[in-house]
């Protein structure tokens, strides 16, 4: 099997697993979500012990999970006072981390706190704001997060199109040497126009609330995308992971969606979606 049809294959079960667990009930999409944040940060970590020599912890999962569930758990039933729990205890998890830190590794223990609260904040807390997004509306909405996925495939798309036919100025060529000016510019127009086609085939939001939600994740989409490449290339590694075979790993696949959804989410809640 040549790699292009590997690629195609492994990316057409990614999508569709993506969307099963989205679309079909909220439970599967906290199921869901809460797998790629550990994924995610195990691939943080994992890189980090590779090239920096640090490891993680299993207190690091465990407050993950606890808030995860903290922020999440009022959306598969359970009651405000055990999420509330739930978050109150993930305080605990951290504590843990810097505890193990100071008795089991003292030497790199400053170097392995701050490298897994990064990895925590960057790889995973991003994730427990997709079903808080997919509420805004009152009701658990699972287009709304296709349809961020989509705007970003699309800008990813588009831009590598209108780069590779127009591109001559670079956009940021230390970081990522093929991605041009063009190529950004072009991707978002043409990402906006998606945005106005997903304004005509669901009933979401307004159309002046698509145009922003498509500008808003064609630029933090493309920050996200800029901040993975740099954490690769300040470590000396070609992808995160390998769980995607032809793709890579789950940050190298959902980069542009970290960075732009906390972002998207923050906007539309204080505005209204």
């Known amino acids: 099997m040549n790699n292009m049809t590997l690629r195609a294959i492994s990316g057409t079960i990614y999508i569709a697993v993506l969307c099963f667990g989205i679309l079909v009930h909220v439970n599967v999409a906290f199921g869901l979500f809460l797998a790629l944040a550990l994924i995610a940060f195990s691939e943080f970590t994992k890189n980090g012990k590779e090239s920096l020599e640090l490891k993680s912890n299993l207190f690091s999962y465990l407050s993950i999970v606890l808030l995860f569930i903290g922020i999440n758990g009022s959306f598969i039933g359970l009651s405000e006072t055990t999420t509330k729990l739930f978050l109150f205890s993930s305080i605990f998890g951290i504590a843990g981390t810097f505890l193990y830190e100071l008795f ?142 032809g793709h890579g790993g789950i940050l190298d696949r959902m980069d542009s969606f970290i960075v732009a959804l906390p972002v998207i989410y923050a906007f539309f809640s204080i505005f209204g979606l």
């Open 104 to 245: 089991k590794n003292f030497e790199k223990g400053a170097a392995n706190i701050v490298f897994q609260l990064g990895g925590l904040v960057y790889a995973a807390l991003p994730f427990c704001f997709a079903l808080p997004f997919a509420h805004l509306n009152g009701n658990y909405q699972g287009m709304v997060l296709i349809s961020l996925f989509i705007l970003i495939w699309s800008s990813d798309t588009f831009a590598y199109l209108c780069g590779r036919t127009f591109g001559k100025h670079k956009l940021f060529e230390k970081i990522s040497p093929k991605k041009t000016w063009e190529g950004f510019i072009g991707g978002a127009i043409l990402t906006v126009g998606s945005g106005i086609v997903l304004y005509y085939t669901t009933d979401i939001t307004s159309l002046s609330n698509w145009i922003l939600f498509a500008l808003l994740a064609v630029i933090f989409g493309s920050i996200g995308d800029l901040i993975e490449s740099m954490f690769k290339r300040s470590i000396g590694i070609k992808d995160s992971g390998n769980i995607i075979p």
